[in-house]
């Protein structure tokens, strides 16, 4: 069986250096074979062979969650409330402003990250207003703000089409979109984790929208819950084909399921292992041929897992996340904040060479060996 396995990795390595495309069968055999080495020393081929060097990139970010009170209840998310509940928060455009000014003193972050919960209790002005005011406030900081759901949401408050709320949004100061909301595209999953979500064809035609309008965005994926091997590798290849339509997506970043605080903990979901995060890292590399970054989301993954992950075709660690709600809810155990000089130290000791970015991977600073 080990023979297999090793010949298929093999057959693999051959279409890599030969710059073909991986299948569906070649995810799969990726995805179940057990030589997590030979994944990871694949995934870094695969990276240097469509151009990517030495260089670690991270940004110097701020995490806005402006409100928690959402309409969709997906299974797996202990940020969510409802209006009623006590944690349930929503900051106005100006107090949201004012404490972005005031972290902004502390750190100078290049990039807002905000997502959000569907609030049905908000219309279409006060994002608007959120972003009008922040751009004014801040207007050197690249607004990254609204996954596609709440894009779609924003629809449904205003009347308005995807294209007309994502043009007056840009034109407001909004620079590119997170990529949130993306879960795992197969049916069978989102009906059993995210029975209220809106469909994959929405997901990407917010995307695809914001391609054509000149807006970037980043792609995601939540592993480690319910979903096959199967459904994950459909769900890398739906994003590369929409990658070959429009080239729009800027960074992927798959994303670990935390079960704490979710229905998932209490039927006996645990955390994903090191093993599976690092062979999803590789798998991603190698399967994403047309997305440039691989994120090692450190948040998610911890420390250390993200530095081993950056010799398993990551090529980013994400940013300094100056605040953090989303997994931290749901269990997880890192801090919020990385100091630059910390991020410098992993990125160096992992034989890297770290790059500060801005959001769209211009260097602004590089710290050669
Ligand atoms: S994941 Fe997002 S859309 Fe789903 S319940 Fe949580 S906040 Fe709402």
């Not at 349930?88 to 502390?106: G, N």
């Not at 993306?182 to 914001?210: M, N, Q, S, Y």
């Not at 970043?253 to 605080?261: I, K, Q, R, W």
Request: negative net charge.
């Amino acid at each position: 069986m080990a023979a297999v396995a090793d010949r298929t990795l093999e057959e693999i390595r051959d279409k890599v250096v030969a710059g073909e495309r991986l299948g569906l069968d070649d995810g799969l055999a990726l995805l179940e074979s057990d030589d997590l080495l030979a994944l990871g020393e694949l995934a870094d081929l695969a990276r240097r062979v469509r151009g990517g060097d030495d260089r670690v990139f991270f940004v110097q970010n701020l995490y806005l969650n402006q409100t928690n009170v959402c309409r969709v209840k997906c299974k797996f998310c202990a940020f969510a409330a409802t209006q009623k509940q006590e944690k349930a928060y929503t900051i106005t455009p100006d107090e949201l402003v004012e404490d972005a000014v005031a972290q902004h003193e502390l750190v100078p972050f290049t990039e807002i990250h905000m997502v959000n919960g569907e609030n049905p209790h908000v219309d279409f002005g006060f994002y608007l207003d959120t972003i009008a005011k922040l751009h004014e406030a801040l207007p050197d900081v690249h607004l990254k703000c609204y996954t596609a759901s709440e894009i779609h949401h924003m629809t449904t408050l205003s009347g308005l089409a995807h294209e007309q709320v994502l043009r007056e949004l840009k034109e407001t100061g909004l620079g590119s979109l997170p990529g949130g909301g993306a879960e795992i595209f197969a049916d069978r999953v989102r009906r059993l984790v995210a029975p209220g979500k809106e469909c994959p064809d929405i997901w990407f035609h917010v995307h695809d929208t914001a391609h054509r309008l000149g807006i970037p965005t980043h792609c995601t994926m939540l592993y480690g819950h319910v979903e096959t091997y199967e459904e994950r590798i459909d769900h890398l290849l739906r994003l590369r084909d929409q990658q070959d339509r429009t080239g729009g997506f800027l960074a992927f970043v798959p994303l670990a399921f935390h079960p704490e605080n979710t229905v998932f903990e209490r039927r006996g979901f645990t955390f994903q292992t090191g093993a599976e995060d690092l062979k999803m890292l590789a798998v991603s590399r190698l399967v994403l041929d047309n997305v440039a970054h691989v994120k090692a989301y450190w948040i998610s993954l911890t420390m250390p897992i993200a530095q081993v992950a950056l010799h398993f075709g990551a090529d980013d660690v994400q940013g300094t996340l100056v605040r953090e709600e989303i997994f931290r809810a749901a269990g997880g155990t890192t801090g919020t904040e990385q100091k630059l000089e910390e991020l410098v130290r992993v990125v160096r000791a992992a034989g890297r060479v770290p790059v500060e970015r801005d959001t769209l991977y211009n260097e602004l600073r590089r710290w050669d060996p």
